[in-house]
């Protein structure tokens, strides 16, 4: 099982949440952006906003972790992807078997009615995130789609949510990328898996809540290690 967070898709060019000076939460008020209350108080404020971040992932390419994570998953076909990311960049590196705890920019629906809706156009790059745009209205209610993710104070999804605990409570490895393990609850798949005795090993440049209870923390950038112990434990083994 591989548990991935924004760090993944950093050197892909998408902002991580919490990396001092370039983090989205460092530069934005998620309180004004990421709940159900801010939509229902400025849905084109936050519409725009999450235009923006697809407008960012559509623009940028998966990089050499993803693709790395790709192998894996050829090597290892029982290989499962459990992502907090938003974006599509393990798909578009051809991972199959990927769960998005999160939601995801591309997966529009109903605020009211939960109709899926489907994004047509690519949305236009701005630079600062802060154009307000108004939100689709839903072809089957009339009401306003809002963005597919998860925002604060709303649980997870109940599919993938139980996809992942079922995976750390059952995989022999566990490992960690580019997530601070500070977003409940996604953040106990690790200690699920350490109950069931899965080795863990956390890739991060930075130090995570999660390495108190890794076997292996690796300090470095996901795109230089996760190709380089992938290959070497996957030859040796
Ligand atoms: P964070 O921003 O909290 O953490 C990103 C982690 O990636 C940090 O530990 C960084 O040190 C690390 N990092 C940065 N560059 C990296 C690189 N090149 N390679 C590897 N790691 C790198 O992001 P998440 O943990 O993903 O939720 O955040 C979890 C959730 O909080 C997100 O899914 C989002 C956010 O609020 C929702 O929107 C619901």
Redesign the pocket.
């Known amino acids: 099982m591989v548990l ?5 898709s ?2 892909s060019g998408v902002p ?4 001092a000076l370039t ?3 460092e530069q934005f008020d ?1 309180e004004q952006l ?1 709940t159900p209350d801010a939509f229902e108080r400025d849905p084109s404020l936050v519409w725009g906003w999450y235009e923006w971040r697809r407008a960012r992932v559509s623009a940028v390419n998966p990089n050499e ?1 993803h693709r790395a994570l790709v192998q894996l998953e050829a090597a290892r076909p029982q290989t499962i992807v459990v992502t ?3 974006d599509d960049l393990h798909e578009r590196a051809g991972s199959r078997n990927v769960v998005h ?3 995801s920019l591309f997966a529009p629906r109903c605020a009211c009615c939960g109709h899926r809706h489907v994004l047509d156009a690519k949305p236009t790059m701005e630079p600062d995130g802060g154009r307000r745009i108004e939100p689709p209205v839903c072809t089957a209610c009339g009401g306003k789609v809002r963005p597919g ?4 104070g ?1 649980p997870l999804p109940a599919g993938p949510w139980s996809e992942a605990q079922a995976a750390a409570s059952s995989c022999d490895l566990l490992i960690v ?7 409940q609850p ?2 106990s798949l690790p200690t699920i898996a350490r109950r069931a005795n899965a080795s863990i090993v956390v ?6 809540a999660i390495d108190a209870i890794s076997t292996y923390s690796l300090r ?6 996760l190709p380089r112990i992938l290959q070497e434990a996957l030859i040796s083994a």
């Open positions: 991935t967070g924004a760090g993944i950093a050197e991580t949440f919490r990396d983090g989205l939460w998620a990421a972790a907090q990311n938003v705890l999160h939601g993710v998860v925002w604060f709303e990328v580019g997530t601070s393990g500070l977003v996604a953040a890739i991060d440049p930075r130090p995570t470095g950038k996901a795109g230089q290690l």
